[in-house]
Structures are given as structure tokens and as C-alpha cells.
């Protein structure tokens, strides 16, 4: 397994980590996702660590906090051998306080995850939406004073904007707060938009990705093809209303390419899927998600080798999409792309 550093931090986290939004199994949204017990999760977690996946991640909302419970459960007794990550700030209730990053509520989502996790702190403690009722200066305050009470090593944040972004570490700056060193994004084959500012930002400001949802919310799996419905195991038949969208003619684009450089690799599409993403800049860890040992053990074949640059050449050329303004100027017009490096500029052309 590859190690890099999550973005500008001292951390060293392995290319590939391990999501648990499969552990626990509750409600219509992660009970489609899986139903994976403790016992099953050891198994896994065991298959993990004899690959060098040394990172878990999760999220109090997993199935209602039994996701946290599960790996809690998972790792007893090799706690210091790995990296734990979770989230809060989307709701866990219908109470005023149940949601978002006021200091009441983040110091009580710290406490609930440490008991459900069995620990004594956490690795990463990540904002999993951005809250905008509550000022940016009491939210960094409250993680600073996790940090010092020795219950969080590093912050990070998910599924913000730029600007939203930008203001919490330039907030952080100003008042000598601990910065974030993550960001938690969607990022796919069929879903590039993080590269038009997020990504850009990410390496001006030494923030490190952690791609969710490598496989396109379970599109890329391999088992989707032009003309034919998804199968019946498959989760999208439940749960793509929640995901984020996708046209079918993109899709299928997509998809073809895939599968010519599967014939030419002897490797399985979410593997080729996975490889692309790592060799994309500021990517520091991989989320993948298994509900079994046969889907764990495929996903870990996506490193060790690397796509050559002709074939990542087409996967960007097959994904690539119009870039909104005011990027697309950057992208088609040469007085703009002379003034920023191709990965400012053109997200088509990152490399």
C-alpha cells in the first residue's frame, strides 16, 4: 500500500481507506447500503489491514450512529494500529440542537463518537456539511478546544464550497485556530466538478482530498452497461434519488471507455475507476466501501500498478464535461490559459 500525506499535515494516511457507511444497516437510505454486523466488519477490517489499509472512516449519521458502534466493535483490541475518521453536523434528530456545528452540539457529537468507537480520541474529526447559522469563529474555537483537550488529532471538513472553504481556514488564520487539512468530496469518473475550484484551492491551500463515492454511487461497479437496467442486487434501484445525478449518455460514454482498457488491461472496471482517481492531484486517500470480502478484495486491486498516461488520456476525454462559468473561459480561451497552470485553468486537462 501507498502512504501520502493528507494535504499540508504531518499525517501519513494509506491511497486507499475504508469507508464503513455499509456497517450497521438502519433506515431506507444505509440499510440499502448494507447491513454489515461486528462480526462480519472484523473479517473485513482483518482483509484491511493485511493490505495496509491502516484508515476507517465513518459518520454518526451512518444508520443513526450503529455504523461508529460496529467499528468501535471492529477494531477493539488493535486501536493503535489505525487511523479513525468520522463526521458530524448533519442531523441525528428533529430537536433544535440536533443538528449543525454550534459549539453544544459539536462538543456532543465528539463525546458520542469517542463512546461508540471505544476510544480515547479521535484522528479526524471532519464538518460534514457547512453550517451556516452558526459563526465560523465559534465552530473553529470549539475544534480548537478539542484538539487541546487531546480528544481530536486533526480537523477536516465535507461536501463544502470555495468559498465556504476559504473563509474557515482564512477565520482559522486570523485567530490561530488549528487549520483543516481535509477535504471530504465527491469525486468520480462521472462526477469531475471538484475540479473546477476545489481542487485548485486544495493546492493553494494544502488541503488533501478524500474521495467518497469513487464509484460514481455504484455506477462504475462493472455491472451497469448501455441498454440494460441495473441488475437486481444493485442498491440504485433504492437509493439513486439520494446520489448525485448523472445522465444516461454520459454515463454510457463513460462506461465504453471503461471497458476498452479493462480489454486492454485484464483489470476490472471499478479497479481502472479507482486507479484514475489515484493518480489525480491533491488526492490523498480513497474511500472504498465493501459489502462483502469478494467486493474488498476486487477494490484492492486497484493499486499496485498504474494506468498508462495514453489510457488516462481517454478516461479524461470520455468524462470530461463543459466547465460552468466563470470557469470556461479558463478552459477554451488561450489569454486565460496562459495566466494559470492546466490544472487551475482546465479541469479537462488536469494531470
Known sequence: MEYRRLGASGLMVPALSFGAGTFGGRGPLFGAWGSTDAREARRLVDICLDAGITMFDTADVYSAGASEEVLGEALKGRRDEVIVSTKTSLPMGDGPGDAGSSRSRLIRACEDALRRLGTDHLDLFQLHAFDAGTPVEEVLETLDSLV?????????????SGWQVMKSLAAAERHGHPRHVAHQVYYSLIGRDYEWELMPLALDQGLGA???SPLGWGRLTGKIRR????????????TADYGPPVTDEHLHGVIDALDEIAEETGKAVPQIALNWLLQRPTVSSVLIGARDERQLRQNLGAVGWNLSA???ARLDAASHRPAPYPYFPYERQEGFARLNPPVFAAPGRAA
Open 148 to 160: 487541546r483537550a487531546g480528544k481530536v488529532r486533526y480537523t477536516g471538513v465535507s461536501n463544502f
Open 210 to 212: 478524500i474521495v467518497w
Open 227 to 238: 441498454g440494460t437496467p441495473p441488475p437486481p442486487g444493485s442498491r440504485l434501484h433504492r
Open 310 to 312: 495514453e489510457q488516462v
